[in-house]
């Protein structure tokens, strides 16, 4: 994969056209307008691995506009979010998506889980209403908007004499090792954020921290900020409430994992996840 995943939508979001009701209007009404199909949650898929869309239902308004494809407007379902909804049921499913589909799937599944969660205003406690074309609440009552939030978190790999530090959680499936994530603190850069976490996860002393890409990940909505840095030694601490277990990969045990070998050391994060992206950028050099 050579850009993260859930990159690379093929829509144009058109945001100069969600503040009019009357355009997103005459968009749902578009003769060719199309909703997207999905199951709950996930993403309806034909037998090719493409995403489906249907016609859109004549006086459907409860919807997200997604975007245009040349002249054709696509939409998203607004519908229900179950609390604690997790996520594992559709990661089979995006090894089959196109990069593109995925980032369109990805934008809707974070609007979507957003909507779930505010339902009433953070202000006052009254009922909130979509609008802005979907990308955005009003409270019926004060009137204050909300728009949906990202969260930043980092996800980063510590370098030390030619290896990378890589670590699992329990919840991960068995074998699968990762880079170090955290979410970044108020009042803290990405440098800092990077530095603290491996410090607070591993006792790894870090600096030089180096940017390396961007992922929005819709699970429920953050964007990870992929990082390098420079350890200044091998030594680990393991927080254990947070890791199960963790090691320095080489080079080649990091290149038997992304390409699927039987003996490999560890089982690799999917072609999705940025931290796949970012070992491959390691081998790379």
């Not at 953070?122 to 909300?146: D, K, L, Q, T």
């Not at 919840?171 to 170090?180: D, K, T, V």
Request: negative net charge; contains cysteine.
């Amino acid at each position: 994969m050579n850009t993260p995943g859930f990159t690379g939508a093929d829509l144009d979001r058109a945001d100069n056209l969600r503040q009019d009701a009357k355009k997103i209007a005459a968009l749902a009404a578009h003769p060719n307008a199309r909703l997207l199909n999905l199951a709950g949650l996930d993403p309806v898929l034909d037998d090719t691995g493409a995403m489906t869309w249907s016609p859109l239902p004549l006086g459907e308004t409860n919807l997200i506009f997604l975007g245009l494809r040349g002249a054709i407007p696509h939409f998203a379902p607004i519908v229900p979010v179950q609390p604690g909804q997790r996520a594992w049921s559709v990661f089979a499913i995006l090894n089959r998506m196109t990069p593109a589909d995925a980032a369109i799937w990805g934008a809707a599944r974070s609007l979507l889980e957003w909507h779930g969660r505010h339902a009433f205003c953070a202000n006052c406690g009254a009922p909130s209403e979509v609008f802005r074309a979907g990308w955005g609440r009003r409270c019926a009552v004060c009137a204050a908007e909300h728009f949906p939030r990202v969260d930043p978190v980092v996800i980063m790999l510590a370098e030390h004499d030619g290896r990378v530090f890589l670590a699992r959680q329990a919840q991960y499936p068995q074998g699968r090792f990762s880079a170090l994530a955290g979410f970044v603190e108020p009042g803290e850069s990405v440098e800092e954020a990077v530095a603290r976490e491996l410090m607070e996860e591993a006792a790894i002393e870090a600096s030089d921290v180096r940017y390396v890409a961007s992922q929005p990940w819709p699970f429920p909505g953050q964007l990870m900020i992929a990082c390098m840095a420079q350890a200044a030694s091998d030594r680990i601490v393991l927080d254990t409430t947070e890791l199960e277990e963790g090691f320095w990969a080489t080079r080649g045990d990091v290149a038997a994992a992304l390409a699927g070998e039987a003996g490999a050391r560890f089982l690799a994060p999917p072609p999705f996840a940025i931290a796949h992206f970012l070992l491959s950028h390691w081998i790379g050099g």
